[in-house]
C-alpha cells in the first residue's frame, strides 16, 4: 500500500504540473492578447524619460506606475514613443491636432500616457477615461523660509561676492594708505605730522594723497550704505509688499509682477478663449498682457518656467501638481505656492480612440485602483513630504535679488579712480622732492 500511494502521489503531481504548463502556454502563446501603443510627453513627476548608455531605453513615472497596474489587470501589454515636439495637443492653424491628442485621433497610438487635461474640445475628437487625479491650476513663486529671518537677514542686500569685494577694498586701501605714507617717510616729503597714517579729521593733520584717499573712500561708503539700507529695508517689509498676491487678480492689477505660461497647453487655451469672446474677466486681462510681454510671458516647457521664477520677479501658471512637485523636489526650497488656486472643474484622464471599447476598460480597472487605494498610494509615492514646505512661511514674489559685485563695479571704478589719482600724486610728490634735492 504504501509503494502504491506514494505512486499515485506522483502521478497527480504529474499531471497538475503537465495542467498547469499547457495553461501557461495557451496563455503566452495567445494571439488575441492585445498589445497597446501608448504616446507619452514627459511631465515630472507624471512621465520622465531615463537614457541608458546614451538612448532613452526607460520611462518612469506616476502615470507609468498607473498604466503598468492597469495593463496588468485587464491583461495587456503597452510599448510607448514620444509626442512629436514632447506637446499634449493644441488645434493649429489648419484646424488640426497637434500631440497626443493628434496621435489618438490619427489612431497612430491607443492611449496617452501622461497628464492629459479633459477639455470639452478634446472630447470631440477623443474618449477620455474617468480622471485618475483631479487638479486645479496654481501659482509657483519664489519665496524664503523663516531661516531668512535670522541674523543672516542682515547679509541679504548683498551677495557673498559683493561682500568680498568690498572687504578687500577695505583691506586694499589700508595697504595703499600704509604704503603711501612709507613712500612719502622715505623720501621725507612733507612732515611727520602730515605723513601720519592715520586720516586725522583735522585738515592740517592730512597730506594730500590721504585727502584724495579719503574723499573716495568715504564717498564710495556714503554709497554702500545707502545702497545697503534700500535693499535691506525692502527686505524687511517685503511680507507686507507682497503678501497680498495670492490670486489671478492681485496678479492683474500689479504690472510690476511678471509672469508666464507653458503656450499651447489647456491653461493657455483658458486665457485665449476668455480672450476671444471679449468677456472682461480676469483671464482676458491677463492675456492681453501676455500678448503684450510676447514671448517672455510663453514658455516651452514647465523646467523654463520654473527656473524664471528662481530668478526672481516672476510667476509661474501651472497644473498644481506640477507646482506642488516643484516645490517640494527643490534643493534649495527656494519655491512656494500660493494657497489659492484657479480653473478647479479640470482633473487628468487617459485618451483614446472615439467609440474603442477600450476606454471603458480602463475606466473600471481605473476605478478599482482608486476603491483600493493604489492610486492614493502612488500620489503619496511621486509627491512625498519633503522638508521644503509646500506655502512656505511668507511669499517672496517681488523680492529684490542681492546686489552683485557686478552691479557695484561703477562704484568699485569710482574708488580706483580715486586710490590711482592719490597715488600718482604721491609719485609726482617724490619726484618733485627728487629734483629738489638734486638743484640744492
Same mark, same amino acid.
Given at each position: ?6 505512486l499515485r502521489f506522483f ?19 495567445? $494571439?488575441?492578447? @492585445? ?6 510627453? &514627459?511631465?515630472? $513627476? ?37 509626442? $512629436? ?20 485621433? +490619427?489612431?497612430?497610438? =491607443? ?46 542686500? *548683498?551677495?557673498? &561676492?559683493?561682500?568680498? +569685494? ?26 611727520? #605730522? ?27 561708503? +556714503?554709497? /554702500?550704505?545707502?545702497?545697503? /539700507? ?10 507686507? @509688499? ?7 487678480? %492681485?496678479?492683474?492689477?500689479? $504690472?510690476?509682477i511678471s509672469f508666464g ?7 493657455? =487655451?483658458?486665457?485665449? @478663449? ?16 501676455? !500678448? ?36 517640494l523636489t527643490d534643493k534649495? +526650497? ?5 494657497? #489659492?488656486?484657479?480653473?478647479? &472643474?479640470?482633473? *487628468? ?6 467609440? %474603442? ?10 476605478? @478599482? ?9 502612488? /500620489?503619496? !509615492? ?15 514674489? /517681488? ?37 629738489? !634735492?638734486?638743484?640744492?
Amino acid at each position: 500500500m504504501g509503494h502504491l500511494s506514494v505512486l499515485r502521489f506522483f502521478q497527480r503531481l504529474l499531471i497538475t504540473g503537465l495542467v498547469v504548463y499547457l495553461v501557461a502556454g495557451n496563455q503566452l502563446s495567445d $494571439p488575441t492578447k @492585445r498589445v497597446l501603443t501608448a504616446v507619452v510627453v &514627459e511631465q515630472k $513627476p507624471f512621465v520622465s524619460l531615463k537614457a541608458v548608455g546614451g538612448n532613452i531605453t526607460k520611462i518612469e513615472g506616476f502615470c507609468v506606475d498607473l498604466m503598468d497596474r492597469l495593463a496588468k489587470m485587464l491583461g495587456y501589454a503597452y510599448e510607448w514613443y514620444q509626442s $512629436p515636439k514632447n506637446e499634449f495637443g493644441h488645434l493649429d492653424g489648419g484646424g488640426n491636432w497637434t500631440g497626443m491628442v493628434g496621435e489618438v485621433q +490619427c489612431e497612430n497610438a =491607443d492611449v496617452t500616457i501622461g497628464p492629459l487635461t479633459i477639455s470639452s474640445k478634446r472630447l470631440k475628437v477623443v474618449d477620455f477615461t474617468l480622471p485618475f487625479m483631479t487638479t486645479s491650476v496654481g501659482l509657483l513663486l519664489r519665496g524664503h523660509t523663516a531661516g531668512a529671518h535670522n541674523g543672516l537677514l542682515l547679509l541679504t542686500p *548683498f551677495t557673498m &561676492e559683493a561682500w568680498v +569685494c568690498i572687504l578687500a577694498i577695505y583691506v586694499g586701501l589700508s595697504l595703499l594708505l600704509r604704503f603711501i605714507t612709507f613712500i612719502r617717510r622715505k623720501y621725507e616729503v612733507g612732515d611727520a #605730522s602730515v605723513n601720519s597714517s592715520w586720516i586725522d579729521a583735522h585738515p592740517d593733520t592730512q597730506s594730500i594723497p590721504a585727502r584724495i584717499l579719503a574723499t573716495g573712500y568715504w564717498l564710495f561708503s +556714503c554709497i /554702500i550704505v545707502a545702497t545697503y /539700507i534700500s535693499n535691506l529695508s525692502a527686505s524687511f517689509n517685503m511680507q507686507t @509688499r507682497e503678501s497680498n498676491i495670492s490670486s489671478l487678480e %492681485d496678479l492683474s492689477s500689479n $504690472p510690476n509682477i511678471s509672469f508666464g505660461l507653458v503656450q499651447n497647453q489647456y491653461i493657455f =487655451d483658458v486665457f485665449k @478663449r476668455h480672450s476671444d469672446a471679449a468677456t472682461g474677466t480676469v483671464y482676458d486681462k491677463l492675456y492681453q498682457r501676455i !500678448k503684450t510681454s510676447g514671448s517672455s510671458a510663453l514658455m516651452t516647457s514647465s523646467t523654463e518656467g520654473i527656473s524664471k521664477v528662481k530668478e526672481g520677479n516672476f510667476v509661474f501658471l501651472e497644473e498644481f501638481p506640477v507646482v506642488k512637485y516643484a516645490v517640494l523636489t527643490d534643493k534649495d +526650497c527656494a519655491l512656494v505656492a500660493s494657497r #489659492s488656486t484657479f480653473i478647479k &472643474e479640470g482633473g *487628468f484622464g487617459i485618451a483614446t480612440r472615439i467609440g %474603442d471599447p477600450l476606454g471603458s476598460e480602463l475606466t473600471r480597472a481605473l476605478k @478599482r485602483l482608486q476603491e483600493n487605494g493604489e492610486v492614493g498610494a502612488l /500620489i503619496k !509615492k511621486w509627491w512625498p513630504e519633503t522638508k521644503c514646505n509646500l506655502y512656505g512661511d511668507s511669499v517672496s514674489l /517681488i523680492r529684490d535679488s542681492p546686489l552683485t559685485h557686478e552691479k557695484l563695479s561703477g562704484v568699485f571704478l569710482m574708488l580706483g579712480g580715486f586710490a590711482l589719482v592719490a597715488l600718482l600724486v604721491t609719485i609726482g610728490q617724490v619726484i618733485l622732492k627728487v629734483i629738489s !634735492k638734486k638743484w640744492q
